[in-house]
């Protein structure tokens, strides 16, 4: 516990001297890569595509892409979104990634290795949960931000189907700069037929608002 | 107007068919198909593009009523990957000995077994024979621009060789990334509608296909070959006159940073892109090497390859494909066939990676950098080809 609380005084020096928050600032580093992991049937490629799409509307370069078993429901699916101000060449899989999205909370006891693999020390999680963000982050052992909402609950409510990728992206419109809000509802709102992009806007700005962001 | 849309090279493939206006696609839908056809069955289902899209029952079928589309004269697109182009391959011999100008895309992709649908270029390296030209290419962007290229290429009068324009499955093929899109009226200028000579036509009828024996049937080959001995300088003026068209070029290869270089990495598509950022970081610790990356694999531009690879010290060779029981990978050995006669040469080393979909990284090709320049150090090759990282053998 006590080198929880050390590490939390470290992390808030260097919040203080704003090195932290840089590191994830577009115009502080070159790249921002995030790594997606979902279950196959929830979306997380569409997730990770939008959000590319929604920076290169920002005049951003972009890269997403999946990283594909065999295709099945149910099973573990990564994706990836690269964003930058310079063109993008590298073609390999994001190992140190500067933010995790979990589409499904089974993953952190089914693939927490995975999951948790390589992301940045000063990195951030979104996390698809009902539970507290520092709750999370005490039991995955992270000392970054932490994002949390109950992306089912809204999917199911909102679309009536467990998909949760643009209720998940509303948590990770919450805690990244580039790409804004306003550039993902403009993708969603040109990529889906006018009455499923409603839904799914709402969905997006309803888990926007209830995004809790924590830490240790 | 072009505009910017993020799409992966699947859908950019796809969009510059429907630039280039074709009259038929043929293909069949399954796996190991990719979304290429898919969207291109929304276009015209959609009122997009005029064309005949023939879905069939498989990609045997699909380049067999490409090539009789093509013979009256249509222009034609089909697409496939991995064990769909392992069926096509007695009809590539077809379309390319009959001279047909059909462009195909293919997602490369590993060869069976073990059942895999991931990347590497086992599917086309087996068919390298084939008589097409084969483009590689590094990102959506190029991929959209070749096939626009890859018409113009074809249905040149002096060429009339079939195309395929390759690029790494799901590296690029289901990779979204900005691509800017080719209007349908710039590409037209750019690609005008032609007529072919030789079609087949009720009023002037011809008979294509024909029979041959021992008497002439190799002359007929020896034309295919005499064409495909044009097509480096005919996709140069292409590649000219689409920069004038379109302000890009991409040539019959690409350098980086090879001028001065002791160490040359050569390779292929996706790879040669991760590749450039290996070359910076080593050239940061003052290590002389650079980029050498072939777009125009057959044929081989064989005086270009000679001239650009020979001032280097050592090739190290990147190959995304096996040929079994030869002395390396297809590019290896065809680089090594290019410096046959030649007394001065660099040193050759074939590096094995990317095999089934398995990842490339920077750092990965930095060791690859090193390796070779320890053999450099040595002067002298022992082990020519390696199998990067492969399970249960070390090299030192």
């Known amino acids: ?35 997606w992991h979902g279950r196959g049937g929830q979306g997380a490629v569409t997730a990770a595509e939008i959000l590319a799409s929604a920076a290169a509307l920002e005049g951003k370069w ?74 999370l982050a005490n039991m995955l052992r992270f000392n970054g931000d932490v994002a949390a909402v109950d992306a089912t609950s809204i999917a199911i409510e909102v679309l009536g189907v467990p998909i949760v990728n643009t209720a998940i992206l509303g948590a990770v419109a919450r805690i990244i700069d580039t790409p804004r809000k306003e550039s993902i509802i403009e993708v969603m709102k040109k990529k889906f037929p006018p009455t499923v992009a409603e839904k799914n806007l709402k969905a997006f700005t309803i888990a926007y608002d209830r995004t809790i962001i924590g830490r240790l | 107007m072009s505009h910017r849309l993020v799409l992966s090279t699947n859908h950019a493939v796809a969009y510059a068919v429907k630039s280039c206006d074709v009259d038929v696609i043929a293909a069949y839908p399954i796996t190991p198909q990719t979304t290429v056809v898919e969207k291109l069955s929304e276009f015209v289902a959609d009122g997009e593009l005029d064309a005949e899209y023939i879905a069939v029952e498989s990609e045997h079928t699909a ?100 195309v395929a324009v390759c690029y790494d499955g799901f590296v690029l093929s289901h990779t979204y990334e900005p691509v800017e899109i080719r209007e349908k009226e710039e590409v037209l200028r750019f690609l005008p509608r032609f007529k072919r000579p030789n079609v087949l036509d009720l009023e002037r009828p011809i008979t294509m296909g024909v029979m ?25 003026e292409v590649d000219k006159n689409f920069e004038e068209e379109f302000g890009v070029s991409y040539g019959l290869y690409e350098e980086y940073k090879a001028q001065d270089a002791d160490i040359l990495l050569v390779t292929l598509g996706a790879i040669a892109s991760t590749a450039k950022i290996a070359v910076d970081k080593l050239r940061e610790e003052g290590v002389k090497v650079g980029l050498f990356r072939p777009r125009l694999y057959r044929p081989i531009p064989v005086d270009v390859w000679k001239e650009k690879l020979r001032s280097a010290k050592i090739l190290a060779v990147v190959d995304r494909a096996i040929s079994f029981g030869a002395i390396g990978g297809p590019l290896f050995t065809d680089i090594v066939s290019v410096f046959a006669n030649e007394s001065d040469r660099p040193l050759m080393m074939d590096f094995i990676a990317g095999i089934g979909g398995r990842d490339v990284t920077i750092k990965e090709l930095m060791d690859i950098v090193r390796m070779s320049g320890k053999v450099l150090q040595k002067g002298r090759v022992e082990k020519a080809c390696i199998y990067y990282g492969v399970r249960g053998v070390e090299y030192e």
């Open chain 1, 1 to 35: 516990m006590t080198a929880h609380i050390e590490a939390r005084k470290k992390l808030k020096a260097y919040l203080s001297i704003g090195v932290l928050l840089k590191g994830l600032k577009i115009e502080g580093c070159m790249l921002i890569e995030v790594r």
């Open chain 1, 62 to 135: 972009v890269q997403a892409f999946p990283s594909f078993g065999a295709e099945r429901r149910g099973a573990p699916v990564q994706a990836y979104t690269r964003i930058s101000e310079k063109l993008i060449l590298d073609r390999s899989f994001i190992y140190e990634p500067d933010i995790v999205v979990v589409l499904d909370e089974s993953l952190l006891n089914a693939d927490r290795s995975n999951v948790l693999m390589g992301l940045k020390p000063n990195g951030k999680l979104v996390v698809n949960s009902s539970r507290e963000p520092h709750v």
């Open chain 2, 212 to 236: 041959a024996l021992p008497d002439y049937a190799y002359e007929f080959k020896f034309q295919l070959i005499d064409a495909l001995t044009k097509v480096p300088r005919a996709l140069e």
């Open chain 2, 63 to 162: 380049l067999s009523v490409v090539i009789g589309a093509s013979a009256l004269g249509a222009r034609t697109f089909t697409a496939t990957s991995s064990q769909g182009l392992a069926l096509m391959h007695e009809l590539l011999f077809i379309a390319s000995t009959m001279r047909l100008p059909v462009v195909m895309s293919i997602a490369n992709r590993s060869l069976n077994m073990p059942l895999n649908i991931h990347c590497d270029y086992q599917d086309m390296m087996a068919s390298r024979d084939c008589g097409w030209v084969q483009i590689y290419v590094s990102s959506a962007q190029e991929a959209h621009d070749t096939i626009i290229q890859a018409y113009r290429l074809a249905e040149r009068s002096d060429i009339l060789v079939p």
